[in-house]
């Protein structure tokens, strides 16, 4: 399978694992600015604010990788639908603004 | 140092507002003919745009992420304690806003690399409307809060 045609899988893949991620706070890396210092998985603060979105982009990236490896083979003669690619990553957008509405209503 | 890298951002977002700007413009509106300014602004050839883009996109996400930390100390911890919850709030959804882009980014060059045919059609206007709207929002916030609170 051409590995472009993965690239649909990719992006909702990435879209939706970045959801679950943020939401559950599942860091792949913790960095602590304060201290100039990095953790595995999710850290409490050090001294300081712990940042965890860099720790996001790491696990969303893991995730659609796996993902789109496992359905080479289950997509080998299946065509991938495109609208995948910019529809489940839409979704997510919107998702977003009503799982931050919170800011937005003080 | 701080400064000169939330400058370089900031001119490489422009650079990227301008790509993604005309390649969407001629994607959902395209000019037959290049005559005045609007038609000739959407009178490009947006496929030519799209390694610029992936580029561009990818150099002004980096520096953000570098000069990222900064802004997590000084400027939004002053938003919190100055309550100001919508600019701290449009920046929370920049951010996610631009990794869900990022993670797109590997779709919207396979989709534009491709010779246009009807299928793809859609794919492209859609994922250049999606980058376009997540680089303005994301270009207008990072304003807003740096007027706001720099980042030093």
């Known amino acids: ?106 | 140092m701080v400064v000169f890298l939330l400058i370089l951002h900031g001119l490489c977002a422009v650079a990227l507002l301008g790509a993604i700007t005309h390649q969407t413009f001629a994607a959902w509106w395209p000019a037959r003919k290049a005559i005045g300014f609007t038609p000739s602004f959407r009178a490009v050839q947006g496929a030519k745009f799209t390694n610029a883009i992936v580029i561009l996109f990818i150099i002004t996400f980096v520096l953000g992420a570098v000069i990222y930390p900064p802004y997590r100390l000084n400027g939004r911890t002053y938003l919190e304690t100055m309550r100001m919850w919508s600019v701290n709030g449009s920046f929370e959804l920049k951010e996610q806003f631009l990794a869900i882009g990022l993670g797109m980014l590997p779709f919207y060059w396979h989709v534009w690399r491709q010779s246009l045919d009807d299928t793809l059609a859609l794919a492209r206007k859609m994922t250049s409307a999606l980058l376009f709207f997540a680089v303005w929002f994301g270009f207008i916030t990072g304003h807003v809060v740096n007027n706001v609170k720099g980042i030093m």
């Not at chain 1, 051409?2 to 990435?14: K, Q, W």
Request: hydrophobic share 55%; with cysteine; aromatic share 16%.
């Open chain 1, 1 to 106: 399978m051409n590995i472009a045609r993965l690239s649909p899988i990719f992006s909702a893949a990435f879209a939706i694992a970045y959801v679950i991620i943020e939401q559950n706070n599942l860091a792949l890396f913790t960095y602590h600015p304060r201290i100039n210092e990095w953790g595995w998985l999710m850290e409490p603060s050090r001294n300081g604010p712990g940042m965890y979105w860099f720790g996001w982009l790491g696990s969303s990236a893991l995730v659609a990788s796996l993902v789109a490896l496992i359905s080479v083979p289950l997509l080998r003669n299946r065509p991938v639908p495109s609208i995948m690619g910019w529809a489940v990553p839409l979704i997510c957008m919107v998702l977003f603004v009503y799982l931050l509405r919170a800011f937005f209503f003080r």
